[in-house]
């Protein structure tokens, strides 16, 4: 079945320390996309990719770091910079970027602070 | 500013009561608006998208909405398995990069 596979499904950060949170989709969508939700809060978008070797800043990309190397996977990286990184991450992907496609999620990934 | 504003934030039901669940948005321009639901721990699953004012869609015991300035999720003799947080989104007309606003959401639990 496609889909998009978030892994792992519980992290937890040293503080001082970056960890990779990984996104695989086997959809062949062109677009992809990084949200953090916190309690009480709408998604916030973190990072996008509208095609490989590209990606853009969304509105909280301060102390996050992401490549796009290929088309099926979008990791996202939670470095020291990020104060406050407990939250629930959720990788999401579209047909294309530009055109009004919903999105697919993946399962998400909970990461707290040790 | 593009806003999406979702009320009421939690919302008790017996089984069988009807009920409806609000997304309130200002936008410049509406290209789309979607629903979502959520379960606890998981990721946000599509259930449907609206594109104009007059709008209607159903599935199974839910139907939404759409107006010029909010869009409703009307849900029908509800279900425990209804439980779930419902996600409301807009795609505004001024991004042309798939980026969506969503609201809070709405946190339904429906009781036997």
């Known amino acids: 079945d496609g889909g998009i596979t978030q892994s792992p499904k519980y992290l937890f950060r040293k503080e001082g320390q970056n960890v990779t949170l990984s996104c695989e989709q086997n959809?062949?969508?062109?677009?992809m996309y990084w949200y953090r939700q916190d309690p009480g809060q709408g998604l916030r978008l973190i990072y996008y990719?509208?095609?490989?070797?590209?990606?853009q800043k969304g509105d909280i990309a301060e102390g996050y770091s992401v490549s796009r190397e290929k088309k099926e996977s979008f990791p996202l990286t939670v470095t020291s910079a990020q104060k406050n990184p407990t939250a629930f991450y959720l990788c999401?992907?579209?047909?294309?970027?530009?055109?009004?496609?919903?999105?697919?999620f993946g399962s998400g990934t909970q990461l707290s602070v040790l | 500013e593009d806003q999406v504003t979702q009320s009421p934030e939690a919302l008790r039901l017996q089984e069988g009561e009807s009920s409806s669940l609000n997304c309130s948005y200002t936008?410049?321009?509406?290209?789309?608006l979607f629903w979502y639901r959520q379960d606890p721990g998981k990721g946000p699953e599509f259930l449907f998208t609206?594109?104009?004012a007059g709008e209607e869609k159903e599935k199974e015991r839910l139907k939404a909405t759409l107006t010029k300035k909010e869009s409703f999720l009307h849900i029908t003799a509800p279900k425990p398995e209804d439980s779930a947080t419902y996600l409301c989104?807009?795609?505004?007309?001024?991004?042309?990069?798939?980026?969506?606003?969503f609201g809070q959401g709405t946190t339904l639990q429906v009781k036997p």
């Open positions: 999401a992907s579209s047909i294309q970027a530009a055109t009004n496609e919903k999105l697919f």
């Open positions: 959809l062949n969508h062109d677009a």
């Open positions: 990719s509208q095609i490989v070797n590209d990606f």
């Open positions: 936008v410049s321009g509406l290209r789309g």
């Open positions: 609206l594109y104009s």
């Open positions: 989104a807009v795609h505004p007309t001024s991004s042309n990069t798939g980026k969506l606003i």
